[in-house]
């Protein structure tokens, strides 16, 4: 579940208010489009969220915990426990494989490597690249480093899924795969936010979350 309430954000370098006042309830389960023109607040909604970007007023919920409550050592162990994101450009490593790319994240909390490792194998094999694991990310194709990053997103199995433009380097025909494979996902249990400004991406959503001029809006996808 994730709640704002009388959100604001203003970024202190331009003093520019982004966000004005959102309130959203998103609950568990829920797969929620982002959609609204560039420079309308998507990314930063993501960051609030993931606790990236700490907003200026108002109060955000996560799983019923009040994230600015928290210390920032606590904040970020919460965030890793329940919160993952997938960028637009995958951000893999470039000098790691695909199994090191996905086990990365939580080598530094996890002693029982090989048990990370059989999970990392397990996740690669969910996303159709059991093939590849030894493999560096430029020998991969954009779908195929989007997979991977899917795989490192889940290692940590969080039950919030953000993604950021996440098929908007893809052609179209990766862009379905990915969205097929986001739908497995979904119906898992995990709740995704998925900014675009594709609608046909929009689509697969159950709900959306429209942005313009600083406000936000909350309704149900239209078929
Ligand atoms: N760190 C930052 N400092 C100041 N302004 C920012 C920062 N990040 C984003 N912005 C501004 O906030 C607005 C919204 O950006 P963003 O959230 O990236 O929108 P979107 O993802 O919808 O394109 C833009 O005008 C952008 O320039
Ligand atoms: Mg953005």
Known sequence: MILLKNVRLTYPSTSLTILNDVNIHIAEGEWVSLIGP??????????????????TEGVVHINGMNIKELSINKRHEFIRNYISTVYQQFRLLPQFTVVENVVLPLIPYIKQKKELENRALELIEKVGLSHRIHHFPYQLSGGEQQRVAIARALVSD????????????????????????????????KTILLATHDNVVAKRGDSVITFEDGAVYKGVMSP
């Open 158 to 189: 969080p039950s919030i899924l953000l993604c950021d433009e996440p098929t908007g380097n893809l052609d179209t025909k990766n862009r379905d795969s990915i969205l097929d494979l986001l739908s497995q996902i979904h119906k898992t249990g």
């Open 38 to 55: 560039s420079g309308s607040g998507k990314t930063s909604f993501l960051k609030i969220v993931s606790g990236l970007v700490e907003c």
